[in-house]
Structures are given as structure tokens and as C-alpha cells.
């Protein structure tokens, strides 16, 4: 709490009593039930799942992205990881190959510019052949009341989130399509794509425009041996999504009050999920939206459930008031 409010002071010069006043929360701890839910830590797929296999991972370099590749990349794949800092993208590559033993590449790519997404599958075809997975992961993001939006504001989520998804999708299909090469094909977006959500509304638009895409191609491109899936990931926390999306930290402690598993998702509890979706264990799923989010989802949309303050004693007064109703 007092590390977020001096940062902010540094960051903003707003003194301690006005960011209190301004931010009241503070971020949150776990709540006590997520003992009951502890994360896997261990890698869940026979080691050599991915042996002879080449995963290719947008957005690899950090966060998430970066855990789906340690992973896949501890089963024995081949992994190309691919945005736009290089030198982030390399040091990663060269970190987790050190780990793991296995290789992994970095190729620099901004998946706005579909020109240079054909040279990154150029690089990518000399470096280790096309990919049998393929995560759609990089994105952008960031808070933002819509009439503070401006038309570049929106553009440049977009552009990241639905284009950049559609231009690796495409140029990468056609090549497998041409090579008759079957693939997984993979992509990340989140439990707004669904409902909307207000203050991320180029986020929003652009996931579940990434998400219609993808169900369209499972259906299309079922015959030339794609599968198409979708992971939406609850809150977990990554330096990317936080620091664009809760930068005091004030908001965090409600979010975990609403998540009925009472804590965060971990990097590597969706990277176990990502390469189950994308393994030989999971070749009948295509089509699949996996919500992965402790429950936070349902938590939030159904009407009564605020109900859970209610405390024993109020139900049996509540129950009294309602069983003493007589009539309409
Ligand atoms: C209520 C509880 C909330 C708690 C939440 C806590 C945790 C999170 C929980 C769940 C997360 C759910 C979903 C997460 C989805 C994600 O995608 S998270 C991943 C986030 N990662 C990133 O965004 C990494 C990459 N991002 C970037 O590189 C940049 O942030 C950016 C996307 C802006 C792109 O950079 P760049 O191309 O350099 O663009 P510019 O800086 O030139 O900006 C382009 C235009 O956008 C305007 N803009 C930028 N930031 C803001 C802002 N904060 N507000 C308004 N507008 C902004 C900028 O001004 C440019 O427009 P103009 O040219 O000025 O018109
Ligand atoms: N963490 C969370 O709570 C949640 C995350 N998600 C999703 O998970 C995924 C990973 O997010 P997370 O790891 O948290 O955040 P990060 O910010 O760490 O990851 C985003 C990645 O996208 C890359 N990227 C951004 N713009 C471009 C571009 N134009 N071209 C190529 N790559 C680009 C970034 O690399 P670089 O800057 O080098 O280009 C970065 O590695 C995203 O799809 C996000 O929407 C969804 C819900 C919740």
C-alpha cells in the first residue's frame, strides 16, 4: 500500500492524503478460501509432449506469453517467440533456452504491419520451418473513459489486438494450407470479449472480433487440418496488464473480493492450459471458448449474488419476512 502510494507520489508529485482521498483501497491480498484452490506449479504434460514441434508465440517475450513458451519449450518444442523489442524478445529466448535446453528464437515482427508479419514467417521458415502451434497472444491495452479516446487511441488496439490476430492467422494458414501442414491454432483474449465492458472499449471490441474469427475458421478450416480455440484469461498479473489497466493498484483488492476462488491466476496455470489446447491430447477441441478466470465471470453477472454479505443471522430474519408474505 505505501510502496504504491510513494511510487505515485514520485511518479505524479500528488501527495499521500490526496491519492488517499482520490484511491481509498488498496491492492489486495488473497482472500482465506483460495487455500482451497492453491495453483500447480508443475509443468502437467508427459515431458517430450512437444518433441519435433515448433510453437510459434506472439507477444512471447513477456507476461504471459513468456510463460507459454517456458512451457512449451520444457516439453520439448522448438519455440519462435515474435513482437516488437527485439532485445527484450532475445534475452527472454535466451533464458528460457538456457532452462530448458530446448531452442528458442527471436524474431522481431510488429503484427500491426502485415509486410512485416510475411517476413516474419519468412525468417520463421528458414529459422525452423512452419509451426505446428501457433498463439495468437500480443496485444495492447490500457484504461480510458471513451469520450478521452481518440481516433489513433482506438486504431492502435485495434490494430494490435484484431488486425495483428488476423494478419499471423492468415498468412500462416495460407502457407500451412499450401504445404498441406495441419496446425493448432490458439488465441488469448479475455471475459470482456463476452459481455463488453466499459473503460477498454477498443479491447473489448477488438477480443470479441478475435474471437469471431476464430470460431469462423474452425468451422472453415477444419479440412486442411486447423484447430482454432480461445482462452479468456481472468485477472493474472503481468507488469503489461497491470500497469495499463490498475496503475495505483487501487482497484485490485475489489477485484479479488469478486472472485469467488478469492486470487489471481498464475503465468503458469494458463501456460498448462494453452499447451493442453494445443497438444496431440486435445485434437477433438476446436471451436472451444475456455473461460479461465476462478470464477470471476459468473461472479460478477449474476443478479443476487451481492447475497453473500448476507449474514446467518439476516437470512433467518429474511426467511421469517418472506414466509410471512400471505398473498401477492
Ligand atoms: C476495475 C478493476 C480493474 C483492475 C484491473 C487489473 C488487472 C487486469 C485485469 C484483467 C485484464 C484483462 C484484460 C487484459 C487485456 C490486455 O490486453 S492486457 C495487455 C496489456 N499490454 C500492453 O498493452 C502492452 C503493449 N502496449 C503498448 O505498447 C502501449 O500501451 C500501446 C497499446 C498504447 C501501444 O503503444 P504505441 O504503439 O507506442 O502507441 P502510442 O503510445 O503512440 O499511443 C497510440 C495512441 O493511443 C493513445 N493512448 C496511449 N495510452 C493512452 C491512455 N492511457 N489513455 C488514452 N489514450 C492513450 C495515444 O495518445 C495515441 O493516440 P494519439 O496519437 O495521441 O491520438
Ligand atoms: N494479464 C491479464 O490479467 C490478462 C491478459 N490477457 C491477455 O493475455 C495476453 C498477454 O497479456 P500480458 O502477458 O498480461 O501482457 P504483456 O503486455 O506482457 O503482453 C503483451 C505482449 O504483446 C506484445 N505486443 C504488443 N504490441 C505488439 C505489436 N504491435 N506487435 C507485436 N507484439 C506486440 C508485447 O511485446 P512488445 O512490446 O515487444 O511488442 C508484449 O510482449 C494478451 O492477449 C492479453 O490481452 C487477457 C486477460 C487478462
Redesign the pocket.
Known amino acids: 500500500d505505501t510502496q504504491v502510494q510513494t511510487a505515485w507520489h514520485r511518479w505524479t508529485g500528488v501527495d499521500r492524503q490526496t491519492f488517499q482521498r482520490f484511491f481509498p483501497s488498496s491492492p489486495g491480498s488473497p482472500l482465506p478460501q483460495s487455500q482451497f484452490f492453491p495453483p500447480a506449479k508443475d509443468v502437467m504434460l508427459p515431458t517430450g509432449s512437444f518433441n519435433n514441434r515448433v510453437a510459434f508465440i506472439t507477444g512471447g517475450g513477456t507476461g504471459l506469453g513468456r510463460a507459454m513458451t517456458t512451457t512449451l519449450s520444457q516439453l520439448g518444442a522448438q519455440c519462435v517467440i515474435a513482437s516488437r523489442k527485439l532485445d527484450v524478445l532475445q534475452q527472454t529466448a535466451d533464458e528460457i533456452s538456457s532452462q530448458t535446453g530446448n531452442k528458442v528464437h527471436a524474431v522481431q515482427c510488429d503484427v500491426r504491419d502485415p509486410q512485416a508479419v510475411s517476413v516474419c514467417v519468412d525468417q520463421m521458415e528458414t529459422l525452423t520451418g512452419l509451426p505446428d502451434v501457433i498463439i495468437n497472444n500480443a496485444?495492447?491495452?490500457?484504461v480510458?473513459p471513451s469520450e478521452?479516446?481518440?481516433p489513433?487511441?482506438w486504431k492502435?488496439?485495434t490494430d494490435?489486438v484484431l488486425n495483428g490476430t488476423a494478419f499471423i492467422t492468415l498468412e500462416l494458414g495460407k502457407r500451412l494450407i499450401k504445404s498441406q501442414r495441419g496446425a493448432s491454432f490458439l488465441a488469448i483474449t479475455?471475459i470482456y470479449a463476452e459481455s463488453g465492458s466499459g473503460f477498454v472499449v477498443p479491447?473489448a471490441s477488438a477480443k470479441a472480433g478475435v474471437e469471431a474469427l476464430y470460431k469462423s475458421l474452425a468451422a472453415e478450416w477444419g479440412r486442411y487440418g486447423h484447430r482454432f480455440n480461445i482462452i479468456q484469461p481472468g485477472?493474472i498479473r503481468t507488469k503489461?496488464?497491470?500497469s495499463?489497466?490498475?496503475p495505483t493498484g487501487a482497484?485490485?483488492k475489489?477485484?479479488i473480493s469478486r472472485i469467488p476462488t478469492g486470487r489471481l491466476g498464475t503465468p503458469e496455470e494458463i501456460a498448462n492450459l494453452a499447451a493442453y489446447m494445443s497438444s496431440d491430447f486435445a485434437t477433438w477441441m476446436s471451436g472451444a471458448v475456455i473461460r479461465f478466470d476462478g470464477g470471476e465471470y459468473v461472479s460478477m453477472a449474476g443478479e443476487f449474488n451481492e447475497l453473500r454479505r448476507v449474514t446467518p443471522d439476516q437470512w433467518k430474519m429474511m426467511e421469517a419476512m418472506i414466509r410471512n408474505t400471505k398473498g401477492s
Open positions: 496485444a495492447g491495452n490500457f480510458c478521452r479516446l481518440s489513433n487511441g492502435s488496439i494490435i479475455t479491447s485477472p503489461g496488464a497491470f495499463r489497466l490498475d482497484f485490485e475489489a477485484m
